[in-house]
């Protein structure tokens, strides 16, 4: 068995990997070619598993000769014979090789030569072994390519949390539920461009690039492109160029891709992330709202399931999902009405901070208003969220690009979908005045002034865009690695980024 790749000491890693790399010298030497440019594989390791399920006698070998490919994870030597197990992403089969049948050298090549963790083809007839494996009888085998570096051990993989991260390979390599949880992210993804698709709804790609970020309240990362000498920002999200393309007539239209917010990391957030946001003409928070229960539907069926655990709590996933309203809960939970701790479309800020002081709960002279509120919602309301519900309706405040609800000065339509305490998706009845819009934004400036760094900009260009006529319009934005979390019960989303961010080492 090799030596774990997160366990060997330096100097043994050291030993086995000059120890690869002189087999793959001689090798050369001998005139055989450790790295092929070709595979001659017509099959997966799953064909082998169904073409000896149709084999009537068990005794029997495939009328038609297989040839797989893969990286040999397991070798067993029983003198003049080897039984071998090939792994693709389909899953295993076994191969069997026999010396007789494949000769002196070639069986010497595989017994001396190839080692788990190297690729190997091979060609041959199915049959079932006397416990019913469905094995390939080796009738022909190349080596593929030599792996230089040991596998993880067999059956624990890697052990330390951070090693996983930081070489995702090994951990695909040796962790099936790992490669599970990125084959579910894919279905996921898949499912949501199926549903978005087959309504009309039209995929776009926005500019990563930016002069200014804008659409939602983050830290941009900033960068510099030279040829035009002038500094740029990574977009926090794609909201304002999607609703461009609204009011240019694409009524319908989603993207679903990376946005980065320069802020902290923990187990829910990464700076790098993946969005979807799909905005819909003539429709409002309650279309979206119906929108995402679709979409969670879909999600779920792609991935097999109809409830999860998450931390030892079933959330059912089937729809429809509650309805819960943020005034209604804040009035019940903190003992006042939201409105006492707005003013217009602002804060309240001495009666905020009074309330957060009253709940125990921190509030600097530093922080800004909206953290606080954050801080009172998390604290007091979303133990109310385990299984998924909307939270509808929330402050005008801390949402700058949402209607007002009609009869009300503080609140937006706008609603927040949870699940297993998870936000999901982020949903308004999008606003299309652009004197309200400008006046928000200018606001929202001032704050950015004022030390909150995470202030929406005034963008005068989407305000000129939609002085050009904006419809009225739903949008939503989804987190996709948060869905991901919640449908595949991982509890922190370095687990469903392929290549999370980490710290540098040394």
Same mark, same amino acid.
């Given at each position: 068995m090799p030596e774990p790749a997160d366990s060997a000491s330096a100097g043994g890693l050291?030993?086995?990997?000059?120890?690869?790399?002189?087999?793959?010298?001689?090798?050369?030497?001998? %005139?055989?070619?450790?790295?092929?440019?070709r595979a001659a594989r017509r099959n997966d390791c799953a064909d082998v598993a169904r073409l000896a399920a149709s084999l009537a006698d068990p005794a029997a070998r495939s009328a038609e000769s297989v040839a797989v490919a893969g990286r040999l994870v397991e070798l067993r030597d029983m003198g003049?014979?080897?039984?071998?197990?090939?792994?693709?992403?389909t899953g295993k089969a076994q191969v069997y090789f026999k010396k007789d049948v494949l000769g002196e050298e070639l069986f010497a090549l595989v017994k001396r030569d190839t080692h788990v963790g190297d690729y190997l083809s091979a060609s041959g007839h199915v049959f079932r072994t006397k416990t019913g494996e469905a094995t390939v009888?080796?009738?022909?085998?190349?080596?593929?390519?030599?792996?230089?570096?040991?596998?993880? /051990?067999?059956?624990?993989?890697?052990?330390?949390? /951070?090693?996983?991260?930081?070489?995702?390979?090994?951990?695909?390599?040796?962790?099936?539920?790992?490669?599970? =949880?990125?084959?579910?992210?894919?279905?996921? =993804?898949?499912?949501?461009?199926?549903? !978005?698709?087959?309504? %009309?709804y039209v995929e776009a790609e926005t500019p990563v690039l930016l002069g200014q970020a804008g659409g939602a309240s983050a830290r941009p990362f900033a960068t510099r492109h030279h040829a035009l000498d002038q500094d740029m920002v990574l977009r926090i999200a794609t909201e304002l160029p999607l609703k461009k393309l609204v009011i240019g007539g694409i009524d319908r239209v989603y993207e679903i891709g990376r946005v980065f917010r320069n802020e902290g990391v923990d187990t829910r957030h990464n700076p790098e992330f993946t969005m979807l946001e799909a905005y819909e003409a003539y429709s409002?928070?309650?279309?979206m709202a119906a929108l995402f229960e679709s979409l969670l539907a879909a999600c779920a069926e792609a991935c097999g399931v109809c409830e999860v655990e998450w931390r030892g709590a079933k959330v059912s996933l089937k729809p429809p999902f509650r309805r819960l309203f943020l005034p209604e809960i804040w009035k019940q939970r903190c003992g006042e009405p939201i409105e006492a701790v707005l003013q217009g479309k602002g804060f309240n800020r001495p009666a905020l901070l009074k309330l957060a002081g009253r709940l125990g709960l921190p509030a600097g002279e530093t922080t800004s208003s909206a953290k606080v509120f954050d801080r009172i919602v998390e604290a007091k309301i979303e133990d109310l969220l385990?299984?998924?519900?909307?939270?509808?309706?929330?402050?005008?405040?801390?949402?700058?690009?949402a209607k007002l609800k009609p009869g009300?000065?503080? !609140? =937006? /339509?706008?609603?927040?979908?949870?699940?297993?305490?998870?936000?999901?998706?982020?949903?308004?009845?999008?606003?299309?005045?652009?004197?309200?819009?400008?006046?928000?934004?200018?606001?929202?400036?001032?704050?950015?002034?004022?030390?909150?760094?995470?202030?929406d900009l005034l963008d005068e260009d989407f305000i000129e865009a939609m002085e050009a006529g904006m419809p009225p319009m739903g949008g939503i934005g989804v987190g996709i690695e948060r869905l991901t979390m919640l449908l595949t019960g991982r509890d922190s989303i370095r687990d469903v980024i392929l290549f999370p961010t980490l710290k540098r080492q040394g």
């Open positions: 050291e030993e086995l990997i000059a120890a690869k790399r002189a087999k793959a010298a001689e090798l050369r030497a001998r %005139g055989v070619d450790p790295y092929p440019s003049k014979s080897l039984f071998g197990r090939l792994s693709d992403m009888a080796a009738e022909n085998a190349t080596l593929l390519a030599k792996a230089i570096r040991p596998l993880p /051990e067999k059956w624990h993989g890697l052990t330390d949390r /951070e090693l996983k991260y930081r070489r995702r390979h090994l951990d695909l390599i040796a962790d099936p539920a790992s490669r599970e =949880v990125f084959l579910k992210r894919a279905k996921i =993804v898949s499912a949501i461009r199926r549903l !978005l698709d087959g309504r %009309g409002d928070y309650e279309g385990q299984q998924p519900a909307f939270l509808f309706d929330h402050p005008a405040a801390v949402t700058p690009l009300s000065e503080s !609140l =937006v /339509e706008r609603f927040e979908c949870f699940a297993a305490g998870i936000e999901l998706a982020n949903a308004y009845t999008e606003l299309n005045d652009p004197q309200d819009q400008r006046e928000r934004l200018a606001e929202q400036a001032r704050q950015r002034a004022a030390g909150d760094a995470e202030a």
